[in-house]
Structure formats: C-alpha cells, structure tokens
C-alpha cells in the first residue's frame, strides 16, 4: 500500500491550475481583541468577534508546474487569488501570500514541492452541496 501525506485537492494559483498538490494542514485563526478595563475585577475580557483573521495552509505535492517559484521570485506581489477544492466538493477561496516554497527533489520529470499560503483579507469557505 502506498502512503500519502495530506489529502489531494485541485489548486489554482492566480487563474492557473497546479496539479499535484495536497493539502498538509491549515491553521484557522483568529486574534482576539481584549477589552478588559477596571470593571474586569480582575478578569481578562474579550470580544466575543476576532479583530484579525488568518488562514494558512501548507501544501506539498509532486508537480510540472513552476507557478509556484516564479511567484516566490517575484518579490513585487506574491499575492494571488487562490482556489482549494476539496474531494468531498468544499471550495475555500481567497487572496493568499506565497509565504515558503521549497523544492526537495525531482521526481521523473516532475519536482515535489512544499509550500505555505497566508490569508491576505476575506477567505471563504462553501460546503460541499
């Protein structure tokens, strides 16, 4: 049997699709705002609404694609829109930083790859129908 690490989903990186990739992980995450003042006895207070948002996902995969590091070089907007869709149908949408690329090795005439994306405003997520 052959091992994976992550789950495959379909990736578009600024309208292109990359194929081969897998999603590692994502990290959903929210800072919270602290409103905490005298009236707190001492307890710290949050709102109940993050005041930041962030979502980042890491991705690895095998790949002719070089999309990914020649976004990585272009140091002047290494923000893209960015499409996940998961197997089950679930699609997260959004603007996404290039923050890592790492090529570790050439397979046939393909390159496996990591990489991580950070969130860079509104993310969306649909559900499966």
């Known amino acids: 049997m052959v091992g994976f690490i992550g789950r495959k989903i379909a990736l578009t990186w600024d309208g292109a699709a990359i194929a081969g990739v897998r999603e590692k992980g994502i990290a959903l995450n929210g800072e919270p705002v602290d409103v905490t003042d005298d009236a707190s006895d001492g307890w710290r207070e949050l709102l109940a609404e993050a005041g930041e948002h962030q979502v980042n996902v890491s991705l690895s995969g095998v790949t002719k694609s070089d999309a990914l590091k020649e976004a990585w070089f272009d140091v002047a907007d290494r923000i893209k ?8 149908g679930g699609v997260l949408s959004g603007n996404f930083f290039l923050a ?27 559900a499966a129908p």
Not at 81 to 88: L, N, Q
Not at 106 to 115: C, I
């Open 81 to 88: 829109a960015v499409t996940i869709t998961y197997p089950d």
């Open 100 to 126: 890592t690329f790492s090529e570790t090795g050439p397979y046939s005439d393909a390159t496996t790859f990591e990489a991580e994306l950070q969130s860079t405003g509104p993310v969306t997520y649909t």
